[in-house]
């Protein structure tokens, strides 16, 4: 991602609910705290655990394939190894949600 303000990634990033899934797993937890570290580590707080990456590991995407909704934003999160380790969206409102 270019250059990302992080205050504002913050801000956004804590709006949404992070997602996980991977075959017959679906990993869900709206997003509670986010905690930023000088050489460029984020962890990120939800509703039943935490994951950590690099602010540089965090990319904007149109929608994951597996995971159906309106949703206004998402963010997809990777490992140093460029593997998904999850996204956080931001479900629409007045939208039935998905998972629900």
């Keep these: 991602m270019n ?3 992080i ?3 913050k801000e956004q990033l804590q709006e949404g609910t992070f997602y996980y899934h991977k075959y017959n797993l679906l990993v869900k937890g709206k997003v509670y ?3 930023s570290y000088d050489d460029g580590e984020v962890e990120i707080f939800f509703t039943g655990g935490i994951v950590g990456v690099y602010k540089d590991k965090i990319e904007k995407v149109r929608r994951p394939a597996n995971i159906l909704g309106v949703f206004e934003w998402w963010y997809l999160l990777k490992s140093e190894d460029d593997e998904n380790i999850g996204y956080i969206g931001l479900k629409e ?3 039935r949600k998905w998972g629900e």
Excluded: H, T
Aim: charged share 35%; proline share 0%.
């Design 7 to 9: 205050q504002e990634l």
């Design 33 to 35: 705290n986010i905690v």
């Design 3 to 5: 250059e990302i303000n």
């Design 93 to 95: 409102e007045g939208k």
